[in-house]
């Protein structure tokens, strides 16, 4: 049971807008910075999101995040093909005193 | 470029130990802490625990409190992982990670992940 709570999939089609939810507590998301990450398949994870909404250098601007209370989302706009692979949120935790990771959430472009 | 290259693949007997090396380059190793971050089969990431390699402070996940102890050669800009008394549910990819100016800043460097292995 992972501490960060995500849905396991979403689809869409391609050109289209899909959002990714991240629900927490004050004790992480409601307290400290939520990062997001993509998974590729076979690969290492890659920084998509920091600070709950900024991007890393070189990501596409089609990716954005945003963050309400110990709730947080990723947007991906202009679905592409390329964009399937696994998201997962993480945030530090204040109680847990460490990094704590949602399950992951698997994206298929229809 | 900045990256962090891991050592190769381990396969380990239940009970003994593995250490992992996690080579930096590009970048001034000791500016910015280093996570280790591991991934079962088909399951999500779990973080073990983090370093500063400048001061060699260390905090590590309640579930591996332990058995984890992480260090590092600065004279070498390597950082090791090393997962003492093994069992099978240990089988995972590990990876290491830079953590940016601050743990909100999220892990923007990651290693290619080393395969560990755990059976009799």
């Known amino acids: 049971q992972s501490v960060l709570t995500q849905p396991p999939s979403v689809s869409e089609a391609p050109r289209q807008r899909v959002t990714i939810s991240c629900s927490g507590s004050s004790s992480n998301i409601g307290n400290n910075a939520v990062n997001w990450y993509q998974q590729l398949p076979g690969k290492a994870p890659k920084l998509l999101i920091y600070y709950d909404d900024l991007l890393p250098s070189g990501v596409s601007d089609r990716f954005s995040g945003s963050k309400s209370g110990t709730s947080a989302s990723l947007a991906i706009s202009g679905l592409q093909s390329e964009d399937e692979a696994d998201y997962y949120c993480a945030a530090w935790d204040d109680s847990l005193n460490g990094q704590v990771f949602g399950g992951g959430t698997k994206l298929t472009v229809l | 470029q900045v990256q962090l290259v891991q050592s190769g693949a381990e396969v380990k007997k239940p009970g003994a130990s593995v250490k992992v090396s996690c080579k930096a380059s590009?970048?001034?190793?000791?500016?910015?802490?280093i996570n280790w971050v591991r991934q079962a089969t088909g399951q999500g990431l779990e973080w073990m625990g983090w370093m500063n390699p400048n001061s060699g402070n260390t905090g590590y996940a309640q579930k591996f409190q332990g058995r984890v102890t992480m260090t590092r050669n600065t004279s070498i800009s390597t950082a090791y992982m090393e997962l003492s008394s093994l069992r099978s549910e240990d089988t995972a990819v590990y990876y290491c990670a830079r953590v940016g100016a601050t743990v909100s800043s999220g892990m923007d460097v990651w290693g290619q992940g080393t395969t560990v292995t755990v059976s009799s």
């Open positions: 590009g970048y001034t190793f000791t500016s910015y802490d």
